[in-house]
T-cell receptor, first 115, second 114 residues
Framework: AQSVAQPEDQVNVAEGNPLTVKCTYSVSGNPYLFWYVQYPNRGLQFLLKYITGDNLVKGSYGFEAEFNKSQTSFHLKKPSALVSDSALYFCAVRDPLYGNNRLAFGKGNQVVVIP | DGGITQSPKYLFRKEGQNVTLSCEQN?????MYWYRQDPGQGLRLIYYSQIVNDFQKGDIAEGYSVSREKKESFPLTVTSAQKNPTAFYLC?????????????FGSGTRLTVV
Protein backbone atom coordinates (compact mmCIF):
# COMPACT_ATOMS: atom_id res chain seq x y z
CA ALA A 1 0.00 0.00 0.00
CA GLN A 2 1.05 3.56 -0.57
CA SER A 3 1.92 5.86 2.32
CA VAL A 4 3.50 9.20 3.08
CA ALA A 5 5.46 10.42 6.10
CA GLN A 6 5.94 14.04 7.06
CA PRO A 7 8.25 13.68 10.05
CA GLU A 8 8.05 17.18 11.50
CA ASP A 9 4.91 18.62 13.09
CA GLN A 10 6.00 22.24 12.74
CA VAL A 11 8.69 24.06 10.84
CA ASN A 12 9.78 27.49 12.07
CA VAL A 13 11.81 29.71 9.79
CA ALA A 14 12.79 33.37 9.76
CA GLU A 15 11.49 35.49 6.93
CA GLY A 16 13.98 35.56 4.08
CA ASN A 17 15.60 32.26 5.04
CA PRO A 18 15.29 29.06 3.01
CA LEU A 19 12.29 26.89 3.80
CA THR A 20 12.25 23.08 3.59
CA VAL A 21 9.32 20.81 4.37
CA LYS A 22 10.19 17.13 4.37
CA CYS A 23 8.26 14.25 2.83
CA THR A 24 9.12 10.59 2.35
CA TYR A 25 6.93 8.04 0.63
CA SER A 26 6.39 4.32 0.22
CA VAL A 27 4.92 2.80 -2.95
CA SER A 28 5.23 -0.38 -4.99
CA GLY A 29 5.81 1.27 -8.34
CA ASN A 30 6.86 4.68 -9.62
CA PRO A 31 5.01 7.33 -7.62
CA TYR A 32 2.93 10.31 -8.53
CA LEU A 33 3.72 12.93 -5.86
CA PHE A 34 1.88 16.10 -4.90
CA TRP A 35 2.18 19.04 -2.52
CA TYR A 36 -0.82 21.00 -1.30
CA VAL A 37 -1.08 24.07 0.94
CA GLN A 38 -3.92 24.91 3.31
CA TYR A 39 -4.63 28.31 4.84
CA PRO A 40 -6.84 28.56 7.96
CA ASN A 41 -10.46 27.51 7.41
CA ARG A 42 -9.85 26.88 3.72
CA GLY A 43 -9.56 23.86 1.46
CA LEU A 44 -6.30 22.45 0.14
CA GLN A 45 -4.72 24.23 -2.80
CA PHE A 46 -2.48 22.46 -5.30
CA LEU A 47 1.17 23.63 -5.28
CA LEU A 48 3.05 21.23 -7.53
CA LYS A 49 3.39 17.63 -8.63
CA TYR A 50 5.93 15.11 -9.86
CA ILE A 51 4.79 12.57 -12.42
CA THR A 52 7.87 11.81 -14.49
CA GLY A 53 10.89 13.52 -16.02
CA ASP A 54 13.03 16.19 -14.37
CA ASN A 55 13.55 15.50 -10.67
CA LEU A 56 13.26 19.20 -9.80
CA VAL A 57 9.68 20.40 -10.07
CA LYS A 58 8.71 24.07 -9.94
CA GLY A 59 5.29 25.12 -8.70
CA SER A 60 3.17 28.03 -7.52
CA TYR A 61 4.33 30.94 -5.31
CA GLY A 62 8.05 30.22 -5.84
CA PHE A 63 7.95 26.72 -4.38
CA GLU A 64 9.86 23.79 -5.81
CA ALA A 65 10.35 20.16 -4.85
CA GLU A 66 13.00 17.59 -5.59
CA PHE A 67 12.15 13.98 -6.29
CA ASN A 68 14.82 11.63 -4.96
CA LYS A 69 14.09 8.03 -5.85
CA SER A 70 16.97 6.49 -3.91
CA GLN A 71 15.90 8.26 -0.71
CA THR A 72 12.15 7.96 -1.52
CA SER A 73 11.79 11.65 -0.73
CA PHE A 74 9.98 14.63 -2.19
CA HIS A 75 10.96 17.62 -0.04
CA LEU A 76 9.29 20.97 -0.65
CA LYS A 77 11.58 24.00 -0.78
CA LYS A 78 11.48 27.74 -1.14
CA PRO A 79 14.70 29.78 -1.33
CA SER A 80 13.38 32.77 0.63
CA ALA A 81 10.35 32.38 2.91
CA LEU A 82 7.65 35.03 3.28
CA VAL A 83 5.38 35.60 6.26
CA SER A 84 2.48 34.82 3.92
CA ASP A 85 3.90 31.28 3.45
CA SER A 86 2.76 30.46 6.98
CA ALA A 87 0.26 27.64 6.45
CA LEU A 88 -0.28 23.89 6.67
CA TYR A 89 1.46 21.85 3.97
CA PHE A 90 0.44 18.36 2.87
CA CYS A 91 2.40 15.85 0.84
CA ALA A 92 0.45 13.18 -1.06
CA VAL A 93 1.35 10.13 -3.13
CA ARG A 94 -0.39 7.87 -5.56
CA ASP A 95 0.95 4.54 -6.70
CA PRO A 96 -0.18 3.92 -10.32
CA LEU A 97 0.07 0.17 -9.67
CA TYR A 98 -2.39 0.36 -6.76
CA GLY A 99 -5.74 0.21 -8.45
CA ASN A 100 -8.06 2.32 -6.33
CA ASN A 101 -7.05 5.71 -7.78
CA ARG A 102 -6.79 7.24 -4.30
CA LEU A 103 -4.19 9.62 -2.95
CA ALA A 104 -2.51 8.92 0.38
CA PHE A 105 -1.88 12.11 2.38
CA GLY A 106 0.69 12.86 5.02
CA LYS A 107 -0.45 14.33 8.34
CA GLY A 108 0.64 17.81 7.35
CA ASN A 109 3.34 20.21 8.47
CA GLN A 110 2.59 23.56 10.03
CA VAL A 111 4.98 26.17 8.68
CA VAL A 112 5.50 29.33 10.72
CA VAL A 113 7.49 32.12 9.10
CA ILE A 114 8.75 34.57 11.70
CA PRO A 115 9.01 38.22 10.67
CA ASP B 1 -15.35 28.91 -13.61
CA GLY B 2 -15.32 25.22 -12.78
CA GLY B 3 -14.95 24.28 -9.17
CA ILE B 4 -16.21 22.43 -6.14
CA THR B 5 -18.58 24.14 -3.70
CA GLN B 6 -19.22 23.16 -0.12
CA SER B 7 -22.05 24.58 1.93
CA PRO B 8 -22.61 25.85 4.47
CA LYS B 9 -19.22 27.21 5.53
CA TYR B 10 -20.18 26.97 9.21
CA LEU B 11 -22.74 24.60 10.71
CA PHE B 12 -23.93 24.11 14.26
CA ARG B 13 -25.56 20.91 15.40
CA LYS B 14 -27.38 20.06 18.57
CA GLU B 15 -26.74 16.78 20.35
CA GLY B 16 -28.71 13.93 18.76
CA GLN B 17 -29.39 15.76 15.51
CA ASN B 18 -28.55 14.64 11.99
CA VAL B 19 -27.06 17.24 9.67
CA THR B 20 -26.20 17.15 5.98
CA LEU B 21 -23.20 18.83 4.40
CA SER B 22 -23.45 19.72 0.74
CA CYS B 23 -20.76 19.19 -1.90
CA GLU B 24 -21.36 20.13 -5.53
CA GLN B 25 -18.87 20.14 -8.42
CA ASN B 26 -19.11 21.32 -12.02
CA UNK B 27 -15.77 19.85 -13.11
CA UNK B 28 -17.33 16.74 -14.65
CA UNK B 29 -15.24 14.63 -12.28
CA UNK B 30 -16.30 11.04 -11.74
CA UNK B 31 -14.76 10.53 -8.31
CA MET B 32 -15.65 12.41 -5.13
CA TYR B 33 -14.33 12.14 -1.57
CA TRP B 34 -15.14 13.27 1.95
CA TYR B 35 -12.39 13.92 4.50
CA ARG B 36 -12.49 14.87 8.13
CA GLN B 37 -9.75 17.12 9.50
CA ASP B 38 -8.93 17.47 13.19
CA PRO B 39 -5.99 19.46 14.58
CA GLY B 40 -2.78 17.45 14.37
CA GLN B 41 -4.42 14.45 12.69
CA GLY B 42 -4.19 15.34 9.05
CA LEU B 43 -6.92 14.21 6.65
CA ARG B 44 -8.95 11.10 7.37
CA LEU B 45 -11.08 9.59 4.61
CA ILE B 46 -14.76 9.11 5.48
CA TYR B 47 -16.34 7.95 2.21
CA TYR B 48 -15.51 8.04 -1.46
CA SER B 49 -17.37 7.44 -4.69
CA GLN B 50 -15.79 6.52 -8.02
CA ILE B 51 -19.01 6.61 -10.01
CA VAL B 52 -22.67 7.58 -9.71
CA ASN B 53 -24.79 5.27 -7.52
CA ASP B 54 -21.72 3.68 -5.97
CA PHE B 55 -19.68 4.60 -2.91
CA GLN B 56 -17.21 2.97 -0.55
CA LYS B 57 -16.39 3.37 3.13
CA GLY B 58 -13.15 5.04 4.00
CA ASP B 59 -11.17 4.76 7.20
CA ILE B 60 -13.67 6.42 9.56
CA ALA B 61 -17.14 5.83 8.08
CA GLU B 62 -18.95 5.01 11.33
CA GLY B 63 -21.61 7.59 12.15
CA TYR B 64 -21.65 9.01 8.62
CA SER B 65 -23.69 8.30 5.49
CA VAL B 66 -23.51 9.47 1.87
CA SER B 67 -25.40 9.25 -1.39
CA ARG B 68 -24.31 9.70 -5.00
CA GLU B 69 -27.45 10.06 -7.08
CA LYS B 70 -25.93 12.62 -9.44
CA LYS B 71 -22.42 12.99 -10.78
CA GLU B 72 -22.26 16.58 -9.54
CA SER B 73 -23.37 15.98 -5.97
CA PHE B 74 -22.01 13.98 -3.02
CA PRO B 75 -23.77 15.03 0.22
CA LEU B 76 -22.51 13.82 3.58
CA THR B 77 -24.87 13.21 6.50
CA VAL B 78 -23.43 13.30 9.99
CA THR B 79 -25.76 11.17 12.07
CA SER B 80 -26.44 11.17 15.79
CA ALA B 81 -24.34 7.99 15.95
CA GLN B 82 -21.22 10.06 15.35
CA LYS B 83 -20.16 10.79 18.92
CA ASN B 84 -17.60 13.48 18.24
CA PRO B 85 -18.63 15.28 15.06
CA THR B 86 -17.00 18.63 15.73
CA ALA B 87 -14.40 18.97 12.96
CA PHE B 88 -13.56 20.56 9.64
CA TYR B 89 -14.97 18.60 6.69
CA LEU B 90 -13.44 18.69 3.24
CA CYS B 91 -14.88 17.45 -0.02
CA UNK B 92 -12.69 16.68 -3.04
CA UNK B 93 -13.09 15.40 -6.57
CA UNK B 94 -10.92 13.87 -9.26
CA UNK B 95 -10.93 12.10 -12.61
CA UNK B 96 -9.81 8.57 -11.79
CA UNK B 97 -8.28 7.79 -15.15
CA UNK B 98 -6.43 11.11 -15.10
CA UNK B 99 -4.88 10.62 -11.70
CA UNK B 100 -1.91 12.72 -12.72
CA UNK B 101 -4.08 15.72 -11.94
CA UNK B 102 -4.54 14.93 -8.26
CA UNK B 103 -7.59 16.17 -6.38
CA UNK B 104 -9.54 19.43 -6.40
CA PHE B 105 -10.79 20.48 -2.97
CA GLY B 106 -13.72 22.52 -1.77
CA SER B 107 -13.28 25.25 0.82
CA GLY B 108 -14.63 23.14 3.66
CA THR B 109 -17.44 23.12 6.23
CA ARG B 110 -16.73 23.63 9.90
CA LEU B 111 -19.21 21.65 12.00
CA THR B 112 -19.62 22.41 15.68
CA VAL B 113 -21.80 20.57 18.19
CA VAL B 114 -23.54 22.92 20.59
Amino acid sequence: AQSVAQPEDQVNVAEGNPLTVKCTYSVSGNPYLFWYVQYPNRGLQFLLKYITGDNLVKGSYGFEAEFNKSQTSFHLKKPSALVSDSALYFCAVRDPLYGNNRLAFGKGNQVVVIP
Amino acid sequence: DGGITQSPKYLFRKEGQNVTLSCEQNLNHDAMYWYRQDPGQGLRLIYYSQIVNDFQKGDIAEGYSVSREKKESFPLTVTSAQKNPTAFYLCASSIPDRDRDGYTFGSGTRLTVV
